[in-house]
């Protein structure tokens, strides 16, 4: 059960964008449309940023936004805060038998 | 409100077992699909077992034949038994509810710490 690959880290500076992938396999990201992203700061649980690649909960800001090409997810977050300052994980649905695979996680740092 | 609130975590040696809860409000376990997610210390998320509205049950390799995920539904509890506990489970363990049936997790608990270590 391999995760999925997410870079180590990125960062930007407040107010540009940065894009966050997510590789997996056509197993997994590129054969179904059920890619999550979470958000985890320190110490806290994981919330849900985007579901089925593309769609954001409520509460959510429009400012996160979710793609998917082939076997690589993309989360987008565009007009970055310091409080967006943050881990990232993606994760998928995958036809092995672990139902759910999770990326590696991104560090997000905002300069 | 939607609440997940674990317990049970603490600290076992090798190969002893503890079981984890779940006690959830706001929603029925039962009709959702219902996670766990760990998290060794300093790592990335690790998706641990799921069960299903239906009654299945999957795990990771990891875990497998070792840990068993079930609900009881009189008490609207998920649960963790964990049996022939190794170094390598030390973790956070987070419940998580699919509330959609997008292998997506909407709403987590706050986590309980399993330490395995004599």
């Known amino acids: 059960q391999s995760a999925l690959t997410q870079p180590a880290s990125v960062s930007g500076s407040p107010g540009q964008s940065i894009t966050i992938s997510c590789t997996g396999t056509?197993?997994?990201?590129?054969?179904?449309?059920?890619v999550s992203w979470y958000q985890q700061h320190p110490g806290k649980a994981p919330k849900l940023m985007i579901y089925?690649?593309?769609n954001r909960p409520s509460g959510v800001p429009d400012r996160f936004s979710g793609s998917k090409s082939g076997n690589t997810a993309s989360l987008t977050i565009s007009g970055l805060q310091a409080e967006d300052e943050a881990d990232y994980y993606c994760?998928?649905?995958?036809?092995?038998?672990?139902?759910?695979?999770f990326g590696g996680g991104t560090k997000l740092t905002v300069l | 409100e939607v609440q997940l609130v674990e317990s049970g975590g603490g600290l076992v040696q090798p190969g002893g077992s503890l079981r984890l809860s779940c006690a959830a409000s706001g929603f029925t376990v039962s009709s959702n699909y219902m996670s766990w997610v760990r998290q060794a210390p300093g790592k990335g998320l690790e998706w641990v077992s799921v069960?299903?509205?239906?009654?299945?049950?999957y795990y990771a390799d990891s875990v497998k034949g070792r840990f068993t995920i079930s609900r009881d539904n009189s008490k609207n509890t998920l649960y963790l038994q964990m049996n022939s506990l190794r170094a390598e489970d030390t973790a956070v363990y987070y419940c998580?509810?699919?509330?959609?049936?997008?292998?997506?997790?909407?709403?987590w608990g706050q986590g309980t710490l399993v330490t395995v270590s004599s």
């Open positions: 056509s197993s997994d990201v590129g054969g179904y449309n059920y």
């Open positions: 994760s998928s649905y995958t036809s092995s038998s672990t139902a759910v695979v």
């Open positions: 089925e690649v593309s």
């Open positions: 069960i299903y509205s239906g009654g299945s049950t």
């Open positions: 998580a509810r699919d509330g959609s049936g997008s292998y997506s997790f909407d709403y």
